[in-house]
Every structure is written in structure tokens, then in C-alpha cells.
């Protein structure tokens, strides 16, 4: 019951604020199985962990067959900040717990060696990404919910988190229900899913259908909606669950091509002029803000004036990384980026 009181409570807080971006935790932790605590097994399992940090920090899930990354890995106890062993669910269903090792790296020294090897990193302020999901059960056919179908929700949110992404699925309120139905998402009619969409103000919506075409058959057909485009595609697989990790992959493939800066990762100084800071909570509100993002390595305040402040930074991007990191975090507003990058803070 609690747990159930919670959720209702967490999602009435959820609707109260806009969606916008999600600053993702947990990027730089990673787990493995182990058979045993002995340092012979732990060192590959550190190795394991890391491939999958790699994962989230690049977007790309291949990044363990790229070339430089083998060196990377050779060594990956000298990135390691902590470890400790944990228990575990067996994924399969059996009652018997499996034994994990995690692992927290070094953010600093993770960043500074993918940048050494030239590779890119995906910021911590990924999009928001609204999930409307419906299944076939017989001739019924519903929506994922939290109330409903937990268990789907649960493996949709797992692997998301692998690629580091975090979901968020609607209330289906009687607001939600009176826009739209199961049969818009499983006809895939656009405009009641995006009408439905918009209290939310997520970055990206996403819908799926999936269904058991076959005794040893499951697919799921998806379609998502970034940056004005639209895209599909189908996944198909003998387990609902593959079925869904691979929807999910092929979504946070399409998203890191789209936000993971593909340019040099030399770094490059940038002038940022930002307006509309009126007082000394603004200032700060700005400064916190530009040290946070991950495309930025250092900020210096150049000069102030009456309403704003021009601050020196160093990019590992260039202006585009900076542009899109921006317009994610709904905290800074571009006004111009003609000869100078123009900014002006927005109140909230």
C-alpha cells in the first residue's frame, strides 16, 4: 500500500511540473556478475562495468568493438572510485539470488581518457522521453500502466537505464483518457497522441504496440516523434522482453545520432553573453548552471553589467554542442548566435 500511495503521490508532483530535459544519475556506475568475491574474478567484472558505463557516457552500445577502446579498457581498476559486492534477482525467474559487483568510476578520468581517444560524451541533461505503450492480451487490447502492467514498465525502465535514459509514461487520467485511446496508439494516429502528449512538455514521445504474432513470436512496432521528425520502425523476437530492449536500443541509437556532438572533441573557447540577469540569484542560477553541463569544462565571468554577464567558456563541441546542450535544460534561451552566442536567462 505504501508503495502504491507513493507512486500516485510522485506522479501528481510529475504532472504539477513540466517535463523538460532529465539530468540522468548513476552514468558512471556499473554492475556485473560474479561468481565469487575472489580479486581473479573481479577484475574482468570491473572491465565489464565499464563497457557498460562507456555505453551510457557515448550512446553507442557497439562501443566495445571501437577500435580505441580496447586500450581504454586494458586497464580499468585505475578509473575506479569504489566497488562493493550486492545481491541480486536472477533475471530468469529463479528464487536464487546472483551475487553483483559495483562499481562507481571516476567521472573526471572517464571523461578526460574518452576525450584523449577522441570520442565524444553524451551531457548528463539527456531529452525527456514520454513512452505510450500498448499490448495485445487475447482479444483485449490496453495500455501499459503503472496500476495495470507493472512488469512491462519494469523492463522498459531497466533498459533504458542501461543506455542511460530515463523514461516517463502518463497517468492515464481521465484527462489522458478523454484525448485520446488504446486504438490511437495501436492505429498509430498521430495528432490525439501528440494533443494527449503536450501536458507533459517532454522532448520526445515515443509510441509502441506490442503483440504475439506467433507461439514462439512476439513484435512491437514503435514510432517516435524528435525535433519535429518521425520515425518507425519494428522489432520482432521470440521473448516480449528482447522485443522491448531492442525498441529501446534502436530508440537511444537514434537519439544519440541526433545529440551526441559527432565534431572533434578538441577544445574550443567560447564568449557567452547572457541578458536578463537581474539580481544576484540569477548570476548564480547561470553560473551553476553553464559548470554543470557536461560539453563545458570551465566557466570564467568575464565582464558584468546591468542585466548581463558575459562568461568565457571552454567547449569540447564548439557552438552546436553548446546550442543543443542549451536548448535542452530550458534554463537559458538562445536570442542570437550570429557573430556572438546571445543568451538570456529565463524565469521559472
Known amino acids: 500500500m505504501k508503495f502504491r500511495i507513493s507512486i500516485i503521490i510522485c506522479l ?38 565499464l563497457i557498460k558505463v562507456l555505453v551510457k557516457l557515448t550512446g553507442d552500445r557497439n562501443i566495445s568493438k571501437s577500435s580505441g577502446v580496447s586500450s581504454l579498457i586494458e586497464r580499468p581498476e585505475r578509473f575506479v572510485q569504489q566497488f562493493r559486492y550486492q545481491k541480486a534477482d536472477n533475471p530468469e525467474g529463479s528464487q536464487i539470488q546472483r551475487t553483483e559487483l559495483w562499481v562507481q568510476f571516476d567521472e573526471t578520468a572517464v571523461n578526460e581518457a574518452l576525450r584523449s581517444y577522441g570520442l565524444n560524451i ?12 500498448a499490448y495485445e492480451n487475447g482479444d483485449t487490447r490496453s495500455l501499459v500502466s503503472f ?14 537505464a542501461a543506455r542511460g535514459v530515463s523514461l516517463l509514461f502518463p497517468l492515464l487520467d ?3 483518457t478523454s484525448s485520446m485511446s488504446v486504438s490511437d496508439v ?20 515515443i509510441t509502441g504496440r506490442l503483440s504475439q504474432t506467433l507461439p514462439t513470436l512476439w513484435e512491437s512496432q514503435w514510432t517516435a516523434y524528435i525535433d519535429n521528425q518521425e520515425m518507425s520502425w519494428t522489432t520482432q523476437a521470440d521473448l516480449a522482453a528482447i522485443v522491448l530492449e531492442e525498441g529501446i536500443d534502436e530508440l537511444v541509437d537514434r537519439l544519440a545520432a541526433q545529440y551526441v556532438n559527432s565534431g572533434p572533441t578538441n577544445k574550443e573557447v567560447i ?36 542585466d548581463e554577464v558575459t562568461f568565457e567558456i571552454i567547449s569540447h563541441g ?22 556572438q552566442l546571445n543568451y538570456r536567462l529565463i524565469e521559472r
Do not use: H
Open 271 to 306: 564568449e557567452l553573453i547572457v541578458s536578463d540577469i537581474n539580481n544576484l540569484d540569477g548570476y548564480a542560477k547561470t553560473l551553476s548552471y553553464l559548470e554543470s553541463l557536461q560539453a563545458i569544462s570551465d566557466v570564467q565571468v568575464k565582464q558584468v553589467s546591468a
Open 318 to 339: 564548439g557552438i552546436a554542442s553548446i546550442n543543443q546542450t542549451i536548448a535542452l535544460g530550458k534554463t537559458l534561451e538562445l536570442v542570437s548566435n550570429s557573430e
Open 186 to 205: 495501436w492505429a498509430g494516429f498521430k495528432e490525439p497522441v501528440l494533443n494527449a502528449s503536450s501536458r507533459y512538455q517532454s522532448d520526445v514521445v
Open 122 to 133: 553524451w551531457g548528463k541533461e539527456r531529452p525527456s522521453i514520454l513512452v505510450w505503450m
Open 174 to 176: 481521465l484527462e489522458d
Open 12 to 49: 501528481f508532483i510529475f504532472v504539477a511540473q513540466p517535463a523538460y530535459a532529465i539530468k540522468v544519475s548513476g552514468l558512471y556506475q556499473g554492475t556485473a556478475v560474479v561468481t565469487d568475491e575472489s580479486t581473479a574474478k573481479r577484475k574482468p567484472a570491473i572491465k565489464q562495468a
Open 147 to 160: 496500476e495495470e502492467s507493472p512488469a512491462y514498465i519494469g523492463v522498459l525502465d531497466k533498459y533504458a
